[in-house]
């Protein structure tokens, strides 16, 4: 259960952006449960949450829509091209490039957002995985304070 916003904290001390992969067809609640695993791992919540990412080619998939209306969040869609200074740090697999015109979806694309909030973008620990998609983590640096 997401926390009510008399739960929340004034300010998060500790700012993440979250790249999101995912099949055709994916649930909001695969989604919700695959982010919320990824940052528990980090003794984290969604109100550390800055923001979330995909690529261009998902741009019409509604369960990331509906994830980004859920917590009330901006989601942002990177071009292939526009992920390549990121993709030297996250690997990437020959499907993803034939599907989606990138090697790799949910790392360039958080490290990708990160860039775009801040400075310092840097990934934070591993990609995860559930049967129909992946989240990966990055923060960065606000320089707004």
């Not at 790249?19 to 550390?48: A, K, Y």
């Not at 957002?113 to 606000?142: K, Q, V, W, Y």
Request: with cysteine; glycine share 8%.
């Amino acid at each position: 259960m997401l926390p009510t916003t008399s739960d929340r904290p004034s300010a998060s001390p500790i700012q993440v952006v979250a790249g999101l992969g995912c099949r055709r067809g994916c649930s909001l609640d695969e989604l919700l449960d695959l982010l919320i695993h990824s940052l528990g791992q980090h003794e984290l919540t969604v109100d550390n949450l800055a923001g979330l990412a995909s690529i261009a080619h998902k741009r019409d998939e509604a369960s990331l829509h509906g994830l980004a209306e859920h917590l009330a969040l901006e989601l942002v869609f990177f071009a292939p091209e526009q992920l390549s200074a990121y993709l030297a740090k996250t690997g990437g697999n020959p499907l993803s490039q034939a599907t989606t015109g990138s090697p790799a979806v949910a790392e360039p694309c958080a490290l990708a957002l990160a860039a775009n909030m801040g400075i310092a973008p840097r990934r934070l620990g591993e990609r995860t995985r559930s049967a129909s998609a992946t989240c990966a983590l990055a923060t960065f640096t606000d320089t707004s304070i």
